[in-house]
């Protein structure tokens, strides 16, 4: 394989490739699909996590918290009015500040608070809203003292909000058009146009086509699979990670991508094989748009190894800790997969050499 | 004398039990045009991919400029021309797009598209999409492509196949220029006109063997039967055909009773064609 045919390969994917409509679909549809969803589930250009406080004592946080712009802040008087305001969800989360608590902040080592969260909150919104209130506990105490907040959950905790629902699919669907569909249709197009032969009489072999178009499919699906994330505010917890994550999903997408483009004969054999085999690849999206389903179910299928760590760290404040397994796994899925196209690759490799 | 730019030694390709091409072996040299002639299914294009490294001989051996075709494929493949009977261009891209994606491919440094458009009569059309070119265009656009990088064999499938007679011409003056710089051509048609026109020898292929490989002229020589054809009144003054076989004893005498027996209207030579050839060599046509 030579580096530079394969960029020169490259540039004639995204100058001329882009132009196909595949390519202008991979890039419009999740876009399209995301802002319906927002639009639909009301947190397109969200507003802010909505905090409730019941300030027993006259603490002195209330008007630290009322200050910050970055929070929409409600008074209750009794804890009856904020337990019904997180219930019915005029709140994300609410706050109880006990008689005692500027003292004890200031006197103990660790503070003790209670906070109710609304089940169909926004993960992001908790996380915001609990980073926030432990900040402001650490600035009145004026060091780094513990805080524990024990959180009691209102409402209908398996009524996950539909933002939260779509987006493995969303993100799914993003890895998958650029990372599968366009090296697959970049392939069957060569083929069908018989560009293919006039390139393997040149220099150029079977190697530096496949990684040219492998490299297109990754690079669209990651930067796309970056674009959705970030539109649906779910980049910021841990990007290096989710990065990681998006590439392994590229990875596995583009090898899939292209033992259907070097196997399949035509388009319309491709995408039947979409729509039969789009089961299999999507069937993990399933555990999270309905939260009943028994989420073992999903570790059949090896997109889940791609969505779970993803939807761990974008939604659920989850680490590298709690996506390792899954990764390897994903990882592991990926050699075998790599060992399957390099096998096709020596196959084509033959018959063309 | 000029060296081999192509060696066949019995190559050999089966698609199952299907023998494609039987034990063939040939040499092109350098500066030659090879017509490489042979009807529908009779292995001209399974050669071709062999030769061009497209395909793994199942048996046998093809070397291009001393090099084993499927041991130094990447080498061999730097220093060949390819144009293919279909069209395989980007048609989305321009010309000038096509010729400079392929010489980059081909690790040039340095050139011109332009003053190849022009050698191909495409001057001025270079910015053009080749969705938007004519047939002829863009076949003279796929012979500009095959010679991008100066190939020093050069494959040429079908070139003129269903073209004008002008876009013909202009690829046959192509062809002969690229044999004068010194490429060996490889050239397959069914036009045996064209071959008969542009090449030094020509190999007649026929259910995957050679059946005949020699120039033109003495092929013509030894399977073709040269002829006076005349054009005879009658009495009743009619016209009648009159054939006189030549190269045999009997032809002078068969001439002086010709003119002394009959009114001669009109009479003239003819050659055998290759065609007739090679019917006569396989029994049947190229189609």
Redesign the interface.
Same mark, same amino acid.
């Given at each position: 394989m030579s580096i530079k045919r394969i960029s020169v390969l490259l540039g004639k994917e995204f100058l001329h490739g882009s132009r196909n409509y595949i390519f202008i679909f991979a890039i419009v549809a999740p876009l399209l699909i995301s802002l319906i969803v927002s639009l639909i589930f009301g947190t397109f250009l969200t507003e802010k996590p909505r905090l409730g406080v019941l300030d027993v004592g006259s603490s002195q946080l209330v008007p630290m918290i009322q200050e910050l712009d970055s929070l929409t802040t409600k008074e209750y008087s009794n804890i009856t009015e904020i337990q019904d305001a997180v219930k019915t969800g005029a709140v994300d989360v609410g706050i109880v500040f006990p008689a005692d608590s500027d003292s004890s902040i200031q006197d103990d080592g660790v503070t003790e608070l209670t906070a109710y969260v609304w089940g169909e909150s926004l993960a992001k919104n908790r996380t915001i809203i609990t980073v926030t209130i432990t900040n402001l506990v650490r600035e009145l105490a004026g060091q780094e003292s513990p805080v524990n907040i024990e959180t009691i959950t209102l409402g209908d905790e398996a009524s996950v909000p539909w933002n939260d629902r779509l987006l493995p699919f969303i993100v799914l669907m993003t890895v998958f058009l650029g990372g599968l569909l366009l090296p697959a249709t970049s392939l069957i197009n060569e083929k069908t146009r018989k560009t293919l032969s006039a390139l393997v009489v040149t220099p150029t072999t079977i190697g530096d086509i496949f990684a040219a178009k492998g490299l297109m499919g990754i690079i669209l699906s990651l930067f796309m699979g970056i674009l959705i994330l970030v539109i649906n505010q779910a980049f910021g917890a841990e990007p290096l990670l989710l990065t990681l994550m998006l590439v392994l999903g590229g990875i596995m997408a583009v090898e899939i991508g292209l033992l259907l483009g070097i196997s399949v004969k035509d388009f319309t054999t491709l995408f039947t094989i979409w729509k039969m085999g789009g089961i299999i690849l999507f069937a993990p999206v399933f555990i999270y748009l309905f939260p009943q389903i028994p989420a073992w179910i999903g570790r059949i299928f090896p997109t889940y190894y791609i969505i779970q760590p993803i939807v761990d760290l974008s939604q659920r404040g989850g680490s590298w800790p709690d996506i390792a397994v899954n990764v390897f796994i994903l990882i592991g899925l990926n050699l075998i997969l790599l060992g399957l196209v390099l096998f096709v690759l020596k196959r084509t490799r033959q018959m063309v050499a | 004398m000029s060296r081999n730019a192509i060696s066949a030694e019995e190559l050999t390709y089966h698609y199952g039990e299907l023998v494609a091409v039987d034990h063939i072996s040939f040499n092109v040299a350098e500066s030659e045009i090879m017509g490489f002639l042979g009807p529908n299914g009779a292995g001209k294009t399974t050669t071709f991919k062999m030769l +061009? #490294?497209?395909?793994?001989p199942k048996e046998g051996q093809a070397k291009l400029l001393d090099m084993d075709v +499927?041991k130094r494929?990447?080498r061999v493949? #730097?220093e060949?021309g390819?144009c293919?009977e279909?069209t395989?261009?980007?048609?989305?891209?321009s010309a000038i797009?096509n010729l400079n994606? *392929?010489a980059?491919? *081909? #690790?040039l440094r340095s050139f011109d598209g332009d003053a190849l458009l022009k050698r191909v009569g495409l001057a001025g059309r270079g910015n053009d999409k080749v969705e938007t070119y004519s047939k002829g265009m863009k076949q003279r656009l796929m012979v500009a492509?095959s010679i991008v990088?100066k190939p020093r064999v050069l494959f040429l499938d079908e070139p003129t196949a269903g073209l004008d007679p002008v876009s013909s011409e202009s690829i046959r003056n192509i062809i002969i220029e690229e044999r004068a710089r010194g490429a060996a051509v490889f050239l397959t048609t069914h036009d045996m006109l064209e071959a008969d026109k542009l090449s030094d020898r020509v190999a007649f292929m026929n259910q995957g063997r050679i059946v005949a490989l020699d120039t033109p002229h003495q092929l013509k020589q030894q399977y073709g039967k040269r002829a006076l054809k005349a054009k005879v009144s009658t009495d009743d003054g009619e016209l009648e055909d009159r054939e006189i076989t030549l190269d045999k004893p009997e032809t002078l005498d068969a001439v002086h009773e010709l003119f002394a027996r009959e009114k001669v209207v009109t009479i003239h030579s003819e050659e055998a064609t290759l065609e007739d050839i090679f019917i006569r060599l396989t029994g049947r046509g190229l189609v």
């Open positions: - | +061009t #490294g497209q395909l793994k +499927t494929v990447e493949r #730097g060949i390819v293919f279909d395989n261009l980007y048609e989305q891209m797009e994606l *392929f980059r491919l *081909f #690790g492509r990088n």
